[in-house]
């Protein structure tokens, strides 16, 4: 889909000198443009390798910043950990886990011990890992072009190996996490996406490349290849973006893309693919953070952009930007180039470059930072040596900090301010204010809703946050149900309000729905709302219903293998064991980890007899989780099936181990 490479065999690498002479006719006609012809559909990406044949400089610079290596191959070179000692224990699901090296290529071991036995081991290889390195190193692998995170990651400033985050506190998915398009579109360039799935793709290229900030590059390659060359000095080139001729708020979208992480809803029918840089980004994806009464302190960590916009620094400089400089009309506003070359790395720019900019407005005398100015100790020493040392102005005014959403980091805060006195009472007025869009202050009811809706299901599930959706939407009629069909089905169905799934359901008709709910797209809106549709008549007995709605919703998303799994169980109990046994082992080969194919097919064999089977199906899932309450109880059954008492009683005791709750499974145990 977005992967093309354009044959450059004959683009000269050498240009003229005289550029009026190549660009009179071309600039006249683009400066009339007011938009960039890149953001066109016709518009193709061609890779930073394309890009390198003209640039060469820029981009042997630009593959050593974070950007350039923020996805990679899992080998030994690419990765900044330490494979001594790399283990850490789970405790709350009694698992090992160790990076380790296998033939220069990263590996993810979980294990399990019975005092010094290994009862259960299970090696991963790593085909990607995602981090620069300056703060983590995660690891993903690949299985059939699906991609999952693994659960290790290595964090570079404490040298450490820990769950990534999220994992913590009793949250470990193991090997299931998805690596869905909200992902891979920050932290690397796009990749060429499945349609009808959520983390499929038939190619993942490695590392953010030129055209995440500049645009799609193949109309700016053909310009160049016929010979027509615009005087940037003088014009703009509007066959590609230049960040640094772009209005301030637009130069802040195409930081804000992935710099300003939090609760993304996209509106419009978007997908994360349709920003470009110089478009609004609002008009594509809408950021929400939660406040607090102690926000001030309270931030994530790719939150740059929304902490320097609350800056007096950032302020107080686009009051005084008077620029009518078209081609630098940022100039006198404190943008993230300010500070930040994105061709250049952090770690080569030296400390000078931020605090210059500090002083060029700090600098009342001209001679640097007055006393009037800055009082701190490190000032005053530097001052009394006659300034042969210079003052820090970042360590004070843009504190090294935590940040509350990845472990083991520091960075720092981009919220430039003075620092403040916190007394104890401040720091524990932890109290929610309410979701803010951060990158549009009027966000529509339902893009609202949305947000509390997602703000439920991605990070924290508290119940106010789906009654405050259920206010904003505010639905009071049929029309109202059918205008927020996908939202208001998503937020009934999180709030397990069945009854109202279902009368909705048997007033609009299932063949109306079915109709209505036909598009496949990106995001797979119409099927997740078929699904969540299916799932409500399940649940409560309509299996008919259920199988015309899994159905529809395998049709749209064929590879969201979840949605065929739970089709494949209606159908057994419809009476359609075939349909159900073709649609589980299309999930096995899909993805051969995914284990309730397998408790479900053995369970199937169970039903049909044939032990032999049911055996082999349900031995193969344990390979991969031993603790799947499903599987184990499917694998009880057929000990019990088979006579085989010690091996009903151990797995029976394994079961209340994970869920002692299980009081059919206590009784059981009594029996035996």
Same mark, same amino acid.
């Given at each position: 889909? &977005?992967?093309?490479?354009?044959?450059?065999?004959?683009?000269?690498?050498?240009?003229?000198?005289?550029?009026?002479?190549?660009?009179?006719?071309?600039?006249?006609?683009?400066?009339?443009?007011?938009?960039?012809?890149?953001?066109?559909?016709?518009?193709?990406?061609?890779?930073?390798?394309?890009?390198?044949?003209?640039?060469?400089?820029?981009?042997?610079?630009?593959?050593?910043?974070?950007?350039?290596?923020?996805?990679?191959?899992?080998?030994?070179?690419?990765?900044?950990?330490? $494979?001594?000692?790399?283990?850490?224990?789970?405790?709350?699901?009694?698992?090992?886990?160790?990076?380790?090296?296998?033939?220069?290529?990263?590996?993810?071991?979980?294990?399990?011990?019975?005092?010094?036995?290994?009862?259960?081991?299970?090696?991963?290889?790593?085909?990607?890992?995602?981090?620069?390195?300056?703060?983590?190193?995660?690891?993903?692998?690949?299985?059939?072009?699906?991609?999952?995170?693994?659960?290790?990651?290595?964090?570079?400033?404490?040298?450490?190996?820990?769950?990534?985050?999220?994992?913590?506190?009793?949250?470990?998915?193991?090997?299931?996490?998805?690596?869905?398009?909200?992902?891979?579109?920050? !932290?690397?360039?796009?990749?060429?996406?499945v349609m009808g799935s959520e983390n499929k793709y038939t190619y993942v290229p490695t590392?953010?490349?030129?055209?995440?900030?500049?645009?799609?590059?193949?109309?700016?390659?053909?310009?160049?290849?016929?010979?027509?060359?615009?005087?940037?000095?003088?014009?703009?080139?509007?066959?590609?973006?230049?960040?640094?001729?772009?209005?301030?708020?637009?130069?802040?979208?195409?930081?804000?893309?992935?710099?300003?992480?939090?609760?993304?809803?996209?509106?419009?029918?978007?997908? &994360?693919?349709?920003?470009?840089?110089?478009?609004?980004?609002?008009?594509?994806?809408?950021?929400?953070?939660?406040?607090?009464?102690?926000?001030?302190?309270?931030?994530?960590?790719?939150?740059?952009?929304?902490?320097?916009?609350?800056?007096?620094?950032?302020?107080?400089?686009?009051?005084?930007?008077?620029?009518?400089?078209?081609?630098?009309?940022?100039?006198?506003?404190?943008?993230?180039?300010?500070?930040?070359?994105?061709?250049?790395?952090?770690?080569?720019?030296?400390?000078?470059?931020?605090?210059?900019?500090?002083?060029?407005?700090?600098?009342?005398?001209?001679?640097?930072?007055?006393?009037?100015?800055?009082?701190?100790?490190?000032?005053?020493?530097?001052?009394?040596?006659?300034?042969?040392?210079?003052?820090?102005?970042?360590?004070?005014?843009?504190?090294?900090?935590?940040?509350?959403?990845?472990?083991?980091?520091?960075? !720092?805060? !981009?919220?430039?301010?003075?620092?403040?006195?916190?007394?104890?009472?401040?720091?524990?007025?932890?109290?929610?204010?309410?979701?803010?869009?951060?990158?549009?202050?009027?966000?529509?009811?339902?893009?609202?809703?949305?947000?509390?809706?997602?703000?439920?299901?991605? $990070?924290?599930?508290?119940?106010?946050?789906?009654?405050?959706?259920?206010?904003?939407?505010?639905?009071?009629?049929?029309?109202?149900?059918?205008?927020?069909?996908?939202?208001?089905?998503?937020?009934?169905?999180?709030?397990?309000?069945?009854?109202?799934?279902?009368?909705?359901?048997?007033?609009?008709?299932?063949?109306?729905?079915?109709?209505?709910?036909?598009?496949?797209?990106?995001?797979?809106?119409?099927?997740?709302?078929?699904?969540?549709?299916?799932?409500?008549?399940?649940?409560?007995?309509?299996?008919?219903?259920?199988?015309?709605?899994?159905?529809?919703?395998?049709?749209?998303?064929?590879?969201?293998?979840?949605?065929?799994n739970k089709l494949a169980v209606t159908q057994m109990q419809n009476a359609k064991p075939?349909?159900?046994?073709?649609?589980?082992?299309?999930?096995?080969?899909?993805?051969?980890?995914?284990?309730?194919?397998?408790?479900?097919?053995?369970?199937?064999?169970?039903?049909?007899?044939?032990?032999?089977?049911?055996?082999?199906?349900l031995n193969n899932g344990l390979k991969f989780d031993r603790d799947n309450e499903m599987?184990?109880?499917?694998?009880?059954?057929?000990?019990?099936?088979?006579?085989?008492?010690?091996?009903?009683?151990?797995?029976?005791?394994?079961?209340?181990?994970?869920?002692?709750?299980?009081?059919?499974?206590?009784?059981?145990?009594?029996?035996?």
């Amino acid at each position: 889909m &977005f992967r093309y490479i354009l044959s450059l065999l004959t683009l000269p690498l050498i240009f003229s000198c005289n550029f009026e002479k190549n660009s009179s006719n071309i600039t006249s006609t683009l400066s009339n443009h007011t938009t960039y012809l890149n953001h066109s559909d016709s518009a193709k990406y061609v890779g930073k390798q394309t890009c390198m044949l003209c640039h060469q400089n820029i981009y042997n610079h630009f593959i050593h910043t974070g950007m350039g290596k923020s996805w990679k191959y899992a080998t030994r070179q690419n990765s900044s950990a330490i $494979f001594e000692n790399s283990s850490f224990y789970d405790k709350l699901k009694n698992l090992h886990y160790q990076a380790l090296l296998i033939h220069d290529t990263i590996h993810i071991k979980e294990y399990r011990l019975d005092k010094k036995d290994t009862i259960f081991m299970m090696i991963k290889k790593i085909d990607y890992i995602v981090g620069s390195g300056h703060h983590t190193n995660s690891h993903i692998y690949n299985i059939n072009g699906y991609l999952y995170q693994a659960p290790m990651t290595f964090y570079t400033q404490k040298k450490i190996w820990d769950f990534p985050p999220g994992f913590e506190n009793g949250n470990n998915t193991r090997f299931s996490r998805k690596i869905g398009l909200e992902c891979i579109t920050c !932290h690397n360039a796009y990749p060429e996406f499945v349609m009808g799935s959520e983390n499929k793709y038939t190619y993942v290229p490695t590392g953010i490349d030129c055209e995440r900030c500049h645009g799609p590059g193949s109309i700016h390659v053909n310009k160049i290849r016929r010979g027509e060359i615009t005087d940037t000095s003088k014009y703009i080139d509007y066959s590609i973006v230049n960040p640094a001729k772009l209005p301030i708020d637009r130069q802040f979208d195409i930081c804000m893309r992935c710099h300003l992480q939090g609760n993304a809803v996209l509106v419009n029918n978007s997908t &994360f693919y349709d920003f470009k840089p110089g478009m609004k980004l609002s008009n594509f994806i809408q950021v929400f953070l939660p406040r607090y009464t102690d926000s001030k302190d309270n931030f994530i960590m790719a939150s740059h952009a929304d902490r320097l916009k609350q800056s007096q620094c950032f302020i107080q400089s686009l009051k005084k930007n008077k620029s009518v400089n078209t081609l630098k009309p940022y100039q006198n506003a404190l943008t993230c180039i300010t500070c930040h070359n994105p061709h250049i790395s952090v770690k080569e720019t030296q400390q000078e470059k931020f605090i210059n900019t500090c002083i060029s407005c700090h600098n009342p005398d001209g001679n640097g930072i007055s006393s009037k100015t800055c009082t701190s100790k490190e000032f005053l020493t530097a001052q009394k040596k006659k300034n042969t040392i210079k003052a820090n102005c970042i360590t004070c005014h843009m504190p090294i900090s935590g940040s509350k959403d990845i472990p083991h980091v520091t960075i !720092h805060d !981009h919220f430039i301010r003075i620092p403040e006195k916190h007394n104890k009472t401040y720091i524990n007025n932890h109290q929610f204010l309410g979701l803010v869009c951060i990158n549009d202050s009027h966000p529509s009811p339902e893009t609202k809703a949305k947000a509390y809706i997602y703000q439920y299901e991605k $990070f924290d599930p508290f119940p106010y946050y789906l009654d405050s959706a259920e206010n904003i939407l505010n639905i009071t009629s049929q029309k109202d149900i059918q205008k927020y069909l996908h939202t208001y089905i998503h937020l009934l169905f999180l709030k397990n309000q069945y009854i109202k799934i279902d009368q909705i359901i048997q007033t609009l008709g299932v063949q109306y729905l079915l109709k209505i709910l036909s598009k496949q797209d990106l995001n797979n809106t119409d099927a997740w709302t078929s699904y969540r549709l299916g799932e409500v008549e399940y649940l409560i007995g309509n299996t008919k219903y259920a199988e015309l709605l899994y159905s529809n919703a395998v049709k749209l998303a064929p590879y969201i293998l979840e949605f065929r799994n739970k089709l494949a169980v209606t159908q057994m109990q419809n009476a359609k064991p075939q349909e159900a046994y073709k649609n589980w082992l299309f999930i096995i080969k899909e993805n051969p980890m995914f284990v309730q194919a397998y408790s479900n097919l053995g369970f199937m064999k169970l039903q049909l007899h044939q032990m032999d089977s049911a055996y082999y199906y349900l031995n193969n899932g344990l390979k991969f989780d031993r603790d799947n309450e499903m599987l184990l109880l499917n694998l009880l059954n057929y000990y019990l099936q088979t006579n085989d008492k010690i091996n009903a009683q151990k797995t029976a005791k394994h079961i209340l181990k994970i869920n002692p709750n299980n009081f059919q499974i206590k009784q059981l145990l009594n029996t035996l």
